[in-house]
């Protein structure tokens, strides 16, 4: 044997292929088994799923895939790696952050499934209620109606039958009304039953605001025109800007009010009974100052 070579004999060469090729298999053998338990990669004991990668590169081509694949695998090995280089450097002052956020988390998760066991009906006579004991917090800051709101081209015929269908707007005239709209209307909207804004209303009209004001004030028929359109909107019930807003309309708003006092008062409620249980089973202990 030459000093600096290693030989083999042939046994012993056989021997190390052998031990080579097992250390290969297995090697194989536990990448293919984290692959098929769903891990794609891992790093210091935390793992990728496969599936969490499959979900974000499915459907992509074969070499898209790869590259997104890649980065995602890159952007979370590096996030782990930064969060524990970052974890060497915290102070009193963090951690006692971490802990108040994490006390935080907790106790709104705990109070959401307390609250999540609470009646959630408000009923109307309540609602009535808090609308005759509040009625000066709903004043309206801007005018509300219901109505027919139509549009249809200048010089668009059978308009003095349409104005007294319109005035009417009885079962038998809104079908008259529809008819008309299918057939010559532009723009046809129906809201009755629904409270529509002053600014909702000008997002339809081409008028100013303190005329649409005026024209509320003084007309159950408003009209207004174009180089192209005609626009008419037939008010069926109005309140206007500085009167008091029909309950219909804060019903909502109070239904959530209530809700909210209701909700406040039950967690008050037991945070006062987990207090008085600490103090009357002793697990709780105040001690008085001396003098």
């Known amino acids: 044997m030459k000093r600096g070579i290693?030989?083999?004999?042939?046994?012993?060469?056989?021997?190390?292929?052998?031990?080579?090729?097992?250390?290969?298999?297995?090697?194989?053998?536990?990448?293919?088994?984290?692959?098929?338990?769903?891990?794609?990669?891992?790093?210091?004991?935390?793992?990728?799923?496969?599936?969490?990668?499959?979900?974000?590169?499915?459907?992509?081509?074969?070499e898209d895939s790869a590259r997104v694949a890649e980065q995602y695998i890159r952007q979370w090995a590096t996030d782990i790696l930064q969060y524990e280089k970052a974890a060497g450097y915290k102070s009193a002052e963090t951690e006692a952050m971490v802990e108040e956020y994490r006390r935080s988390l907790y106790m709104h998760e705990y109070e959401q499934r307390l609250l999540s066991q609470m009646p959630?009906?408000?009923?109307?006579?309540?609602?009535?209620?808090?609308?005759?004991?509040?009625?000066?917090?709903?004043?309206?800051?801007?005018?509300?109606?219901?109505?027919?709101?139509?549009?249809?081209?200048?010089?668009?015929?059978?308009?003095?039958?349409?104005?007294?269908?319109?005035?009417?707007?009885?079962?038998?005239?809104?079908?008259?009304?529809?008819?008309?709209?299918?057939?010559?209307?532009?723009?046809?909207?129906?809201?009755?039953?629904?409270?529509?804004?002053?600014?909702?209303?000008?997002?339809r009209l081409p008028t100013s605001t303190d005329i649409l004001q005026e024209q509320l004030k003084k007309h159950a028929l408003i009209e207004v025109q174009d180089s192209v359109s005609t626009y008419w909107l037939q008010v069926t019930d109005k309140h206007v800007a500085g009167e008091l807003m029909p309950i219909d309309m804060a019903r909502n708003e109070i239904k959530k009010i209530i809700l909210t006092e209701r909700q406040k008062g039950y967690l008050d409620s037991r945070r006062n009974a987990l207090y008085e249980d600490a103090l009357r089973s002793k697990k709780l202990k105040i001690y008085e100052k001396n003098d």
């Not at 292929?17 to 338990?37: E, N, P, W």
């Open 6 to 62: 290693l030989t083999y004999t042939r046994p012993a060469l056989k021997a190390a292929m052998f031990i080579a090729a097992a250390v290969l298999l297995t090697g194989c053998d536990m990448f293919r088994h984290k692959r098929q338990s769903g891990i794609a990669a891992e790093l210091n004991g935390k793992t990728l799923s496969s599936a969490e990668l499959w979900e974000l590169t499915s459907g992509l081509e074969p």
């Open 120 to 203: 959630q009906t408000v009923h109307d006579t309540l609602v009535e209620q808090f609308y005759e004991a509040h009625k000066k917090e709903f004043v309206l800051t801007e005018s509300i109606v219901k109505g027919i709101l139509m549009v249809f081209p200048n010089g668009a015929p059978k308009q003095d039958k349409l104005r007294k269908w319109l005035g009417a707007h009885d079962e038998e005239n809104m079908e008259k009304i529809e008819k008309y709209a299918y057939q010559y209307a532009t723009g046809y909207e129906l809201f009755t039953d629904d409270w529509h804004t002053a600014n909702q209303i000008l997002l």
